[in-house]
């Protein structure tokens, strides 16, 4: 039996196919020009430059700066909802926290995570105006939560600690500066930086 994403990608046309495509190619672009540049620097010329199609195009599948800003992000959400429910239901919360963490400095050291919509008052305006990127934020955070709540009760994290200080300190670690710094030092692989960034992020710096 043929799962249903499956007939509805067969489904499609070509034309609309190449239009997903696109779209997809746009949303990567974003992301790495956020990432590297912020929002209030990035432009939407810029951003057809990266895809290399017309701006004209660009504006066929978002019709601003601000829309741009807020589907990448939708979308990154999504990403991190898809690695929050391939965790084991029966694993510890702290382990799922780990997973996440470890998804998300991942994906920073690709250049692929932008910058934090706190840092960016513009963007922050985009993201509370758009209805589908505060759902999945919402969504996030209460998984997040419930993840932090067990690992408190469970003792694998400080029940001293608010639990929306540890949830701020989880989403810190996906924009940490100090993987960048590592990585430029170049005295450290992609994966030793995940593993030094989860033990701080974890167990501190005390010995």
Known sequence: MQAAGEVTAK???FKEQQYRAREDAIMDAVNRLLA???YDLMTMDEVAAEVGIA?????KHFQSKDDLAAAAMTRLLDRALAVMCAQPEASPGIDKLRAIVRWSIEVHL???MPLLPSTRSTIRQALIASRPYLDRLERVTATLGSWIAAAQDAGQLSAELPAELI???IYSRSCDPVADFLKQSGAFSDERIVELLLTTCFRGIAR
Not at 55 to 59: D, F, V
């Open 11 to 13: 489904r499609l046309s």
């Open 36 to 38: 590297a540049k912020g």
């Open 55 to 59: 701006k004209a195009s660009l504006y």
């Open 110 to 112: 690709r250049g692929e």
């Open 167 to 169: 949830l701020y300190t």
